[in-house]
């Protein structure tokens, strides 16, 4: 099942800072943007108290580490699980900021959460706890300063009590320039057509170019999705409706298995009324966690949480392709392996950057009162993720690396061009 061990922390910020640290050797970054991309702006923790159902007072962490934001506002998810923490949101938000270089967009980095398993709260519970949150951040988010969005285990519900709680405490001039506070929110209240599937979207179609690039498609490939929250549905769907076949699922409560074809639409269903565990779904069978990246198949999509993909392991997966859902899911020395064995790894930063290109979609379509159907927000993200697409492939192709290094090289040069043309002030 899911890897959540405590050590992995630690690693999670290793692997960022390798990466970067490889990608600043390559182009020879400017020695004095290398001291500032290499640590955060800011780094927040608030200790806050909630009353549970019960009467009791439960005393809850929050973090927003916001990394980097020359580019513009700081953006990036909130996730509520228990492996949250500083380290971890550290690593996660250094990877928002190249990820929204990448993309093109005008943001910078950020991430955060609160270390809970929201399992065990009853939902008037959670709702307090992210009212209460939100109130702890204060003025450290603003739709011009530090946009949050969905992220592991929040959703559109989230980022509605998020926005609403702002709102509230914000004078009343101001309410109504103040709903794109978060991205990612219900469609009645603000939220964009189709944010709930650009992620898994993104993923589907970084798949689908690459496969058109070797003159293949997805019909009859077999795929592997770890995770089946809304990146993993949403990827599965897509793939599958192009004539792939989802033939194993893991997630942390069991890993199934069905070598004639998995319906991700029935898994939805029966994960639904489950709080998302696929366990005792009855069109497949339960096999070991193990067994897992041991499939034979065509593509991994690991879309769960970092990593997951590891020198334990790596050595196992006989796919071609690892799409990276999750942000971080492969360590450096999985990494290596699965390059030396031949794999091409779509990496987060690109892979999964669908959800923020809708996110910037929607903070748009509220900043400037617009409103867009399904089709035309779908277009444009094909259309993003596909012009970001060409220009890593290019890259690829010109300088002979892997597609991890390309995206990077990109992302960071982008930051460094707009540090040397404003200057440092003072």
């Known amino acids: 099942m899911l890897n959540t061990k405590e050590v992995n922390k630690q690693s ?17 970054l400017n020695p ?55 380290d971890a949101a ?75 709680t702002y709102m509230s405490t914000i004078s009343t001039s101001e309410r109504s320039h103040n709903q794109h506070v978060v991205t990612g929110k219900p469609v009645g209240s603000g939220g964009l057509e189709g944010r709930d599937r650009a992620t898994g979207f993104g993923v589907y179609l970084s798949i689908k170019l690459l496969l058109e690039t070797k003159g293949e498609n997805l019909r009859d490939k077999k795929f592997i999705v770890q995770g089946f929250g809304n990146v993993g549905y949403w990827a599965s769907h897509f793939i599958s409706k192009e004539g792939g076949k989802l033939i194993a699922v893991q997630d942390a409560h069991a890993t199934l298995f069905d070598e004639n074809g998995i319906d991700p639409e029935a898994l939805a269903q029966h994960c639904e009324p489950r709080k998302g565990s696929i366990k005792g779904f009855s069109d497949a069978v339960e096999i070991s966690a193990e067994d ?51 794999v091409t790894i779509l990496p987060d930063i690109f892979c999964n950057s669908g959800g923020v290109i809708g996110s910037y979609l929607e903070w748009l379509q509220n900043r400037n009162g617009e409103m867009w159907q399904l089709e035309e927000v779908m277009a444009k993200i094909e259309k993003k993720i596909t012009e970001n697409f060409h220009k890593i492939h290019s890259e690829v192709k010109q300088r002979n690396i892997d597609w991890r290094t390309a995206a990077f090289i990109l992302a960071i040069s982008r930051i460094e061009t707009a540090y040397k043309q404003r200057g440092i002030f003072p």
């Open 12 to 28: 999670m910020s290793t692997t960022v800072m390798n990466q970067f640290n490889k990608t600043a050797d390559l182009i020879d």
């Open 32 to 86: 004095n943007i290398r001291k500032i991309l290499g640590i955060t702006n800011n780094e927040i923790v608030v200790h806050f108290p909630v009353k549970m159902d019960n009467g009791e007072v439960e005393i809850f962490t929050g973090y927003r580490v916001q990394h980097n934001n020359a580019l513009g506002p700081y953006k990036g998810g909130l996730r509520y699980h228990d492996t949250v923490d500083m």
């Open 90 to 164: 550290k690593a996660l938000a250094m990877w928002m900021t190249w990820k929204t270089s990448l993309a093109g967009l005008p943001y910078g980095g950020a991430k955060g959460g609160i270390k809970i398993d929201p399992r065990k709260y009853s939902d008037s519970e959670l709702e307090r706890i992210t009212r209460r949150f939100t109130y702890a951040l204060g003025e450290n988010i603003g739709p011009e300063h530090d946009i949050p969005a969905p992220d592991v285990n929040t959703n559109a519900q989230t980022m509605a009590w998020i926005a609403d």
């Open 292 to 342: 897992f990246f041991d499939l034979d198949c065509d593509i991994v999509i690991p879309a769960a949480l970092g990593n997951q993909i590891t020198a334990d392991n790596a050595f196992k997966i006989k796919a071609s392709i690892v799409a990276e859902g999750a942000n971080g899911p492969t360590d450096n020395n999985g990494e290596q392996i699965l390059l030396k064995n031949g």
